[in-house]
């Protein structure tokens, strides 16, 4: 084969040229470095100090002692066990019916408005910017059975009051309710950008073949957004499955521990009984459930991809 055949050959670099990549590649590394610091920092090395402390006993003042598997049978003697991780589950299902729809259909409804919809975004997104103790006791003053907000409504249309928080009927749904509403935002406009990226001959395409509104979202806007779909509802189920702020404020566990959550019990283990390696052990039993889910979810989206 002739050099012209070949092609041009490629000159080397000059030192000047591989002097200013060598600089511009340093500093994507070191921005690269600290991110990646921060990540083992405030990630990985909580995760290995709890894994390691699941197995120990310590009261971070004497050295730590080697239990083996004695803080494990701690955690699965207690009677509350079973209770909490079914109220755990009860709360995420509850949470993923609400949470997880209501921000999809808001979601919808914005992405078919043509007026003030900057406005309306901003309004849906605005309690996520309340601090998650805020909208939390906003909440109990919502929810109180004198003067609550609810209570009020509910006396205004002629209904009886209900005691939102102490009975253990309505204590578990009055806590979904308080995280959706805090969350709807962060998912509204998730799902926002989503449907927005669909390109609009689908729709037009549907129309000619006579689809109404229900029909195009059935065939074109849920399939078009299968894979952000799998994502929120991963990140609904790691997210629920940790639920602690709501319980631990408005509730305190009751009434008759309904509303106490795996995440609560691991505070208790640590911050009330001072037991770490039991509170370690409930928290890599819930780590192991969510990488299950994450590995459902790994394996749901790689299968849509390929």
Same mark, same amino acid.
């Given at each position: ?13 000059? +030192? ?12 994507? &590394?070191?921005?690269?470095?600290? %991110? ?23 009261? !971070? ?23 909490? $991780?079914?109220?755990?589950? %009860? ?6 019916? !609400? ?21 309306? +975004?901003?309004? =849906? ?8 103790? =805020? ?5 109990? $003053? ?21 005691? $939102? ?45 006579? %689809?109404? !509104?229900? +029909? ?16 929120m509802l991963m990140l609904q189920i790691v997210a629920t499955m940790q639920v602690f702020i709501e319980p631990y404020l408005l509730t305190g566990g009751g009434p008759e521990n309904s509303t106490m959550t795996v995440a609560m019990l691991m505070?208790? &283990? ?5 037991? $770490? ?30």
């Open positions: 084969m002739t050099a012209a055949a070949a092609g041009p050959r490629r000159r080397p670099p000059s +030192r000047p040229a591989l002097l200013r990549s060598l600089r511009r590649n340093l500093t994507a &590394y070191g921005f690269m470095c600290a %991110a990646l610091a921060c990540f083992v920092l405030f990630a990985w090395y909580p995760m290995i100090r709890e894994f390691l402390l699941s197995f120990q006993e310590t009261n !971070f003042v004497d050295p730590p002692r080697w239990a083996g598997l004695k803080n494990f049978e701690t955690v699965l003697a207690n009677p509350s066990f079973g209770q909490v $991780w079914l109220n755990t589950a %009860a709360f995420t299902v509850l949470a993923l019916v !609400f949470g997880y729809a209501v921000p999809f259909v808001v979601a919808l409804v914005l992405n078919e408005l043509r007026h003030a919809r900057a406005y309306l +975004r901003f309004v =849906v997104y605005l309690p996520v910017m309340l601090p998650p103790a =805020v909208g939390v006791l906003l909440f109990r $003053w919502f929810y109180d059975p004198g003067p609550g907000l609810f209570n009020q409504i509910l006396e205004l249309v002629g209904l009886p009051g209900l005691s $939102w928080l102490d009975s253990s009927a309505t204590a578990l749904v009055s806590l979904v309710i308080v995280s959706t509403w805090m969350n709807l935002g962060s998912g509204t406009l998730i799902y926002l950008a989503a449907l927005q990226n669909i390109p609009g001959e689908l729709y037009e395409a549907a129309e000619l073949d006579g %689809a109404g !509104f229900f +029909r195009r979202i059935r065939y074109v806007t849920i399939p078009q957004t299968r894979l952000v779909l799998l994502l505070y208790q &283990y640590a911050f009330t009984f001072g037991d $770490w390696g039991a509170g370690g052990a409930l928290g890599m039993m819930l780590m192991l459930v969510l990488m299950v889910f994450a590995a459902v979810q790994l394996r749901l989206t790689r299968d849509d991809r390929d």
